[in-house]
Structure formats: structure tokens, C-alpha cells
């Protein structure tokens, strides 16, 4: 689809639906819902070790506390005690196997919830412990897997490296990374009749909350109905994570017949909700003189934690995306998720791309240290369709070597890269503790959910005879942007303003068997079913406006809150409403449903081949940090990013995700530290322990442009590209600014002060 887009539909720059109400707190989440009478609280009861048999659990004194109704346990489960969303069982409740330090054992029910945490931790249990798996070097010793080695080949990696004139090998280990979303996991479930539950989730993906509940309610979908307006984020935390909570207060209300709801307090969210991946890269390359690498053989492993969870997909995202922008002509990249007793990984924002992508970083950076060359001109080197590099990623696709190329080089202009360079090496010969260090990255990112039948969308919209629409589709907001989005396509086709399109909460009720909002795919899905369902409408409104007015329905346009044509040198026009009126007192309907699923994709999981993309899209950043050498403090102080949204629908929401991105890509590298004691209880489970960026966290100086003229070459919603996930990489600038001020390519993550100040000794 190309043309010009309106300034008040797709591509205008227009605020957040929600933005007003954000700042003044009239935004209502789950919790906010008025408390109806009769409705109850719940608690978990978590396990305190992270291994053994449960062999009693002691709710006696709980049960005689004021306002508790029941202790609910596995055998009173109406159904499967199953929570696993990828097919795998995964207990809710240890039944007898406790698998991780969290794990929930029973949930407490009382009048209040006051009352119903201390009830929790009145709940007594016996365990008999067995020996715990909590490191993935030990994992991988005895073998323990939740997800297989997935190979990625191309070639003779092992000839290539015998054969290249230098060879290096490295280790390098990144940390995992807590969600921490302002409004935590919460579910309220109102049991109704014949069986029924509606259930108002903080989810993701509302479609799989309905499949859990109604699995551990033994009961048909249809019997369940999940909504959600609103989250107070996300960044995949409230995928499989959101989907277990709501089937503890769905078991909880069905158990007693009366609403319940479930609401995890930070620390027992924090202890008992997945995380980013942490992984483990051990790598040999070989290379030449000029930078160019021959041949690459690469492990990254992954902890999957106790369960299979949703690491089969950040499996495949990684090894796709561990070459990142570079070619490498022989190689071979395994990737698998190890099984600990910890709390299972799940979906993080970029899905194990970001981890993919910094194995070729580490390589890029360490080859250059070993050749007295830049890393900016070992990647460069090594451009994937540049410079006679071919473009053929090692899995068959191709990227667009031109766009890579001229993002950096936009980027690298922009910047002033040149001058900065100098300047900072000038202040590191004169300071005698302080240094400062420049670092870039460039990104290729891939979009489209690595499970085939999940690239699908449904929407269903209504047009009154007033002229006011109702816009519903599977896509949920969680603060990104996609509800205002998703309406600026509607107004786009009926020409009308934004106030106009009523944004509802999405519900399995009103559009079935949706995909996740995740894998950056939101726009691109509910846009094109919302924009295929506002098609069906207008064409219907056409024909009518077509009979009154003598001509063709082609000839009709909508726009300026009308439709009109032009017949003889004559306008002839009606406003929107006045068509819509016309058109019911004709008879004919004014609702539509929508869908969309997304082409020219495909993958074949044994040969590790295939077009599983349907589109890349690029990036590239320049971050400047200070250091200083005897506290191993930090802080970046500029960061220059260039992002590739084709033609944006809005970009005003898309600069704010690339901002947000990048500063949580810098939390995740930088100061994010999840720790674990040695008997494998989480000991970071609060602000107080946990350290998110803060507002000095954030670049005095943040420029954020959109790459301009480089509309989207395949067929999404009008030419944009995704936005919410890629530029988390860009943060991967920062950690490679810092090599550079302490001299050493020997840096894991995240680089805390304390890692700084030792790669510092290390390299003495």
C-alpha cells in the first residue's frame, strides 16, 4: 500500500489514547475495578527451597485465622493441575516435586487481602530436599535440558578456522533481567452461570489466559471469557506469567463461588514470575588480517529454569539472530536452554534477540582487540550484503545490504563520530582516573513470530448510524501505543477524526483465538485485520452512496469526516454520520470482522532453513560513557539512535518506544542484577536489591531519529515497520562504549560497577 497519509490518520505524529489519563490517574487497570460485594482476596503460598518432595503441608494455623475461607491445594484443582503453554505440563502447585525456590504450593482465600497474606505465610511445609541444578555450566555438565541443542550450519566451520591466519576463543556470560512492570501480575475471576468465567487479566495475551483457566477448570473455552483494557507494562512478563495467575483465582472462585482476585506483592511477583534468559557463550573464531571472519563455532546456552515455559522460542530467536548484521561464510551456532531449579525463563522484550545479537558483538570486539583494529570497522568488514559480503543470512533468508549500510553511515554522520572520537581520546590522555569511551551498534532484527500459526490477527468494528465506530481486535495495550495506532488505520480508510473510533478492551468474547502482543508484531497484525474489517464496511457504505448519487462505488470518497465524489463538474457529498444513517435505513450491516495473516513465511526446523521473517528491520547507535577507574562507576552521557520504522503509522508513540527501549536495554547490560544465594532462593526481589534505571540512568543528551525514505519493500500496514522490540539492541552501544574506556574487550554482563573494576584488574 503506498499514496499520502493523512495527518490525522496512519502516520500522523498523534499523543497515546491514554496519555491524559496516565498523568492524572484516571486510567483504570485490573485492580482498580470496583470491588463488588461478596468478592474475596487470594494469596500464594510459595516454597521456600528449590528442590525436593513435598511431603505435608501444614494449614492448620492458617485456616484458623480471622477472614480465611479455604486453602486451596492440587487435589482441589476442578481440572488438570497443567499451566504449560507450549504443551509440556508444567504444575501449577508442586504435586509432590518442588522445582524452584517460589514455587507456589497452595493459594490462601480470606475477606481481605491483609488477610489473606498473612494466612499465606501461616501455611507450613514439609520438604525433603534434593539437590538443586542452579548454575548452567552444571546443567550442561549433567546433560539437563528444557530445550534441545538447535543447530544453525553453513559450511566447514572447523576447516575455515583450522585454515585462517589467526583464531581466538572466548567465554563470555549474561545475566537475566526482571520484567518489572509498574503494575504487577494481578487476575480478578467472577464465576457466573452453567459454569462460566470471566476473568480481567493484566495479560498479554488474553487467548491464552482463556486456554489455561478453562484447562484447570476442566471446561470448555467458550465457558471462559478474558479481559483486558489496559496493563501497566508488560515487555513479555505478561505472557505465560499472566496466564497462571488468572487460573489461580479462576480455580480459587470456582472452588468457593464468589469473585476472587489475585494481586502478587512485588516481592512474591518478583520470586515466583519468569525472567530474561540468562545465557552462556563459548566460541572459537577464525580470521583474517583485515578483520574479515572465515569461520565461527559458537554454543550459547541458555537458562531455561525449571520448565519449558516459553524458551523453545527464544531459542530460535536467538541462533537467528546471533550473526546479527555480519556474514560469516563457515559457521556452525548452537543454541539450547538448560534446565535449573530456578524459576522458569519466559519471554523478555526482543525474545532472545538481544542475547543472540551479542554473541557476534563479543566476536567483532574481541577480533578487533586481537588485530589493533576498531571494532566499528571489523563489523563493518563483515556487513551482510556489503562490500561483496553476500546477503544470505546462514538459514537462507536474505537482508537488504543497502538499508544496513546507510543506516550505519546515517548514524555514524549524525553523530559527529569523527571530532567525538578524537576529543575523547584527547581527555584520556590527560585524566589520570577518569576515561571516557565511544561505542556503536548496528542492528538487524526480524519480524515475525518464529511460530507460524501464531502470525495471525482478528478485529471486529462496528459503525453506528451516527457515525461513531466501535474498534475491538485481538491486540492488547500494555503502554506502547498499539490501541492508538490501530484507530489512526481505522480513521485512515473512513477518513474521519481519531475521536470518532471508541479503543475497547480487548476480549476473547469479541474476537477468538488471537496471537500474543508480543514479538513486535501488534501493528502489523491487528492493523491489517482492523484495516480489512473497516474495507468491508466502506465498501458497503460506498455502494450505498454510489445508488443515491448515480455512480460508480469506486468514485466515492472518504475523507474530511465525509464522503464525497465529484459527478459533471458538481460536488455531491454527506457526512459520515449521514451516510451511516442512509445505509441503516437501507439495510445494510454496518459490522464487519477482520483478518490477517501474514505471507511468504515459512521454516523448516531439521534442515534449520527457511524464510521465518517476513520482513528485517535496522538500527544503529552511538552511546558515549564515562568511567571512573578506581569505583568502576559509570555513566553514559550520550547516546545518538537511528531506527528503521519504514513509513511509521505514528511517530510520536515510536520515538517513545525507541527511548524506552534503549534505556531498559541499558538496565538489562548495566545495573540490572538478578542473585541468587547458594541454597537458590532470589535475594533481589524489591527496588531496594534490584537496581532499575533511573532518571540519571537516562543520557543528559538523547537524539532519536527515524530513518527517513526507507518505507517497509514488503506489503505491511501501510509500509510501517515494527518498532517495539529492536531498539532494545541498540543499548548493546553502551556496553561496547564502556570496552572502550577501560580498554579491554574481556567485559560480562552486566557490567556493574564491581565487573568494571575487575575486567580493570584483570586487564593490570
Given amino acids: 500500500m503506498d499514496?499520502?497519509?493523512?495527518?490525522?490518520?496512519?502516520?500522523?505524529?498523534?499523543?497515546?489514547?491514554?496519555?491524559?489519563?496516565?498523568?492524572?490517574?484516571?486510567?483504570?487497570?485490573?485492580?482498580?475495578?470496583?470491588?463488588?460485594?461478596?468478592?474475596?482476596?487470594?494469596?500464594?503460598?510459595?516454597?521456600?527451597?528449590?528442590?525436593?518432595?513435598?511431603?505435608?503441608?501444614?494449614?492448620?494455623?492458617?485456616?484458623?485465622?480471622?477472614?480465611?475461607?479455604?486453602?486451596?491445594?492440587?487435589?482441589?484443582?476442578?481440572?488438570?493441575?497443567?499451566?504449560?503453554?507450549?504443551?509440556?505440563?508444567?504444575?501449577?502447585?508442586?504435586?509432590?516435586?518442588?522445582?524452584?525456590?517460589?514455587?507456589?504450593?497452595?493459594?490462601?482465600?480470606?475477606?481481605?487481602?491483609?488477610?489473606?497474606?498473612?494466612?499465606?505465610?501461616?501455611?507450613?511445609?514439609?520438604?525433603?530436599?534434593?539437590?538443586?541444578?542452579?548454575?548452567?555450566?552444571?546443567?550442561?555438565?549433567?546433560?539437563?535440558?528444557?530445550?534441545?541443542?538447535?543447530?544453525?550450519r553453513r559450511g566447514d566451520p572447523a576447516a575455515a578456522i583450522a585454515a585462517a591466519p589467526r583464531r581466538l576463543s572466548a567465554e563470555l556470560r549474561a545475566g537475566g533481567q526482571e520484567h518489572f512492570y509498574l503494575e504487577g501480575q494481578v487476575a480478578l475471576a467472577t464465576p457466573g452461570e452453567d459454569g462460566e468465567m470471566q476473568v480481567v487479566s493484566s495479560t498479554q495475551h488474553p487467548s491464552e489466559v482463556q486456554h489455561i483457566v478453562s484447562r484447570v477448570l476442566g471446561c470448555d473455552y467458550n465457558r471462559v471469557t478474558v479481559t483486558c483494557r489496559r496493563m501497566g507494562g508488560g515487555f513479555g512478563g505478561k505472557e505465560s506469567n499472566a496466564s497462571w495467575v488468572g487460573a489461580a483465582a479462576a480455580i480459587a472462585a470456582r472452588v468457593i463461588g464468589r469473585p476472587v482476585k489475585l494481586r502478587l506483592p512485588r516481592r512474591v511477583d518478583m520470586t515466583a514470575t519468569g525472567k530474561r534468559h540468562p545465557f552462556l557463550y563459548r566460541w572459537t573464531a577464525g580470521f583474517d588480517e583485515t578483520g574479515r571472519i572465515l569461520g565461527l563455532d559458537a554454543l550459547m546456552a541458555a537458562d531455561g529454569g525449571w520448565s519449558l515455559d516459553m524458551s523453545g522460542g527464544v531459542v530460535f530467536r536467538a541462533v537467528t539472530h546471533a550473526v546479527n548484521c555480519c556474514d560469516v561464510p563457515d559457521l556452525a551456532i548452537t543454541c539450547q536452554a538448560v534446565k535449573t531449579n530456578t524459576v522458569s525463563n519466559t519471554a523478555f522484550r526482543g525474545f532472545g534477540g538481544p542475547q543472540g545479537a551479542l554473541l557476534m558483538e563479543d566476536v567483532v570486539h574481541r577480533v578487533a582487540a586481537a588485530l589493533g583494529k576498531s571494532p566499528e570497522d571489523v563489523r563493518a568488514r563483515n556487513f551482510l550484503g556489503v562490500g561483496g559480503n553476500p546477503d544470505e543470512l546462514p538459514y537462507g533468508q536474505r537482508v537488504e545490504g543497502d538499508l544496513l549500510e546507510r543506516t550505519w553511515a546515517e548514524a555514524k554522520s549524525g553523530s559527529d563520530w569523527d571530532r567525538r572520537r578524537a576529543a575523547i581520546d584527547a581527555f584520556n590522555a590527560s585524566h589520570p582516573t577518569l576515561r571516557r569511551g565511544l561505542g556503536s551498534m548496528v542492528l538487524a532484527f526480524g519480524i515475525s513470530f518464529g511460530l507460524r500459526h501464531l502470525n495471525q490477527a482478528g478485529a471486529l468494528l462496528h459503525v453506528y448510524f451516527d457515525g461513531s465506530i466501535r474498534l475491538n481486535h485481538g491486540g492488547t495495550e500494555m503502554g506502547q501505543g498499539l490501541f492508538v495506532k490501530i484507530a489512526q488505520v481505522v480513521c485512515d480508510v473512513f477518513g474521519v477524526d481519531l475521536e470518532r473510533v471508541a479503543i475497547t478492551a480487548t476480549s476473547t468474547a469479541e474476537v477468538p483465538n488471537t496471537a500474543p502482543?508480543?514479538?513486535?508484531?501488534?501493528?502489523?497484525?491487528?492493523?491489517?485485520?482492523?484495516?480489512?474489517?473497516?474495507?468491508?464496511?466502506?465498501?458497503?457504505?460506498?455502494?450505498?452512496?454510489?445508488?443515491?448519487?448515480?455512480?460508480?462505488?469506486?468514485?466515492?470518497?472518504?475523507?474530511?469526516?465525509?464522503?464525497?465524489?465529484?459527478?459533471?463538474?458538481?460536488?455531491?457529498?454527506?457526512?459520515?454520520?449521514?451516510?451511516?444513517?442512509?445505509?441503516?435505513?437501507?439495510?445494510?450491516?454496518?459490522?464487519?470482522?477482520?483478518?490477517?495473516?501474514?505471507?511468504?513465511?515459512?521454516?523448516?526446523?531439521?534442515?534449520?532453513?527457511?524464510?521465518?521473517?517476513?520482513?528485517?528491520?535496522y538500527g544503529a547507535a552511538i552511546a558515549e560513557v564515562i568511567v571512573d577507574t578506581l569505583t568502576g562507576e559509570h555513566r553514559c552521557l550520550r547516546a545518538d539512535l537511528l531506527q528503521d520504522c519504514g513509513r511509521s503509522l505514528n511517530p510520536a508513540v515510536d520515538k517513545g518506544q525507541i527511548e524506552g527501549a534503549f534505556v531498559q536495554g541499558v538496565g538489562w547490560l548495566t545495573c540490572e542484577e538478578l542473585w541468587w544465594d547458594a541454597q537458590g532462593r532470589l535475594r533481589t526481589v524489591g527496588p531496594s536489591t534490584y537496581k532499575i534505571p533511573g532518571s540519571r540512568d537516562v543520557p543528559p543528551v538523547l537524539n532519536v531519529r527515524l530513518l527517513e525514505g526507507s518505507a517497509a519493500r514488503v506489503d505491511t500496514i501501510f509500509r510501517s515497520k515494527a518498532v517495539g522490540e529492536p531498539p532494545l539492541l541498540l543499548a548493546t552501544s553502551v556496553w561496547n562504549a564502556l570496552k572502550d574506556a577501560i580498554g579491554t574487550a574481556d567485559l560480562d554482563l552486566p557490567a556493574t560497577p564491581e565487573r568494571v573494576l575487575m575486567a580493570l584488574r584483570r586487564k593490570r
Fill in 3 to 152: 499514496g499520502t497519509l493523512p495527518r490525522k490518520g496512519a502516520g500522523a505524529a498523534l499523543r497515546h489514547d491514554s496519555a491524559l489519563k496516565h498523568t492524572t490517574g484516571e486510567a483504570r487497570y485490573a485492580d482498580d475495578i470496583p470491588e463488588v460485594p461478596g468478592m474475596l482476596h487470594a494469596a500464594l503460598v510459595l516454597s521456600d527451597l528449590p528442590h525436593g518432595t513435598l511431603t505435608a503441608l501444614d494449614i492448620a494455623a492458617a485456616r484458623a485465622m480471622p477472614g480465611v475461607i479455604a486453602v486451596i491445594g492440587p487435589r482441589e484443582i476442578p481440572g488438570k493441575n497443567d499451566i504449560g503453554p507450549a504443551g509440556k505440563e508444567e504444575p501449577l502447585f508442586a504435586d509432590p516435586i518442588v522445582e524452584f525456590a517460589g514455587m507456589p504450593l497452595a493459594i490462601v482465600v480470606a475477606d481481605t487481602r491483609d488477610q489473606a497474606l498473612r494466612a499465606a505465610q501461616a501455611v507450613k511445609a514439609a520438604i525433603a530436599p534434593l539437590e538443586p541444578v542452579l548454575s548452567i555450566e552444571r546443567a550442561l555438565e549433567l546433560g539437563q535440558d528444557v530445550v534441545p541443542p538447535q543447530t544453525i
Fill in 517 to 617: 502482543t508480543a514479538a513486535s508484531t501488534g501493528s502489523d497484525l491487528n492493523g491489517w485485520a482492523a484495516h480489512n474489517a473497516a474495507m468491508t464496511i466502506r465498501g458497503r457504505m460506498a455502494e450505498v452512496a454510489a445508488q443515491k448519487w448515480g455512480i460508480a462505488p469506486e468514485a466515492v470518497i472518504f475523507a474530511d469526516n465525509r464522503a464525497w465524489a465529484e459527478r459533471a463538474g458538481a460536488n455531491r457529498w454527506l457526512d459520515f454520520g449521514e451516510l451511516a444513517k442512509l445505509c441503516f435505513t437501507e439495510r445494510v450491516s454496518l459490522s464487519a470482522t477482520g483478518f490477517y495473516r501474514t505471507p511468504d513465511i515459512h521454516w523448516d526446523p531439521v534442515a534449520m532453513r527457511g524464510h521465518p521473517f517476513f520482513y528485517f528491520t
